[in-house]
């Protein structure tokens, strides 16, 4: 096998990788616009899964913060189609998301918002986790811009 021949497996492989990544971020993001929806709009039977602290705490959320929320999702559904577009500002979107997330999560929902009680020790724990996705997504747009993956 050739120098050559790797390459073309590595870059093959790469781009794969890049795609599938791409794809996940765009429907783990969608997910989030999807639940931002059905939240908002107050669909019962969805709302239902909820424990009724959680939706609580999200009817007195102030105005900022529900704005706040809302900010995050749809940035992540755009730092996901930037990176299937294979732009580099992808990254900073992904950044801009976790920040937003972490800022309303842990500015807000637990110190003021009684976050403890609302989400629950496995609501804290998926919410960091959300968090970390959207880091996660952030580091791979930088790594893929840097192996010349992006545009």
Avoid: C
Avoid at 14 to 20: D, G, P, S
Avoid at 42 to 55: C, G
Wanted: glycine letters at 10%; a positive charge.
């Amino acid at each position: 096998m050739t120098v050559g021949a790797a390459k073309g497996r590595d870059g093959i492989m790469r781009n794969a990788i890049f795609w599938i990544v791409a794809i996940l971020a765009l429907l783990w993001n969608g997910f989030g616009l999807y639940d931002l929806y059905m939240t908002l709009t107050v669909n019962q039977a969805y709302l239902a899964q909820f424990p009724p602290e959680m939706l609580a705490m999200i009817e007195d959320f102030p105005e900022w913060r529900r704005l706040m929320w809302t900010t995050s999702v749809f940035l992540g559904v755009i730092a996901a189609i930037l990176l299937l577009l294979r732009k580099p500002m992808a990254e900073r979107v992904f950044w801009a998301t976790a920040v937003l997330m972490a800022a309303g999560f842990l500015g807000y929902d637990l110190p003021f918002g009684n976050g403890m009680e609302a989400y629950g020790t496995g609501g804290v724990i998926f919410s960091f986790v959300l968090i970390v996705i959207q880091v996660a997504f952030a580091l791979y747009a930088r790594w893929a811009a840097r192996h010349g993956l992006m545009r």
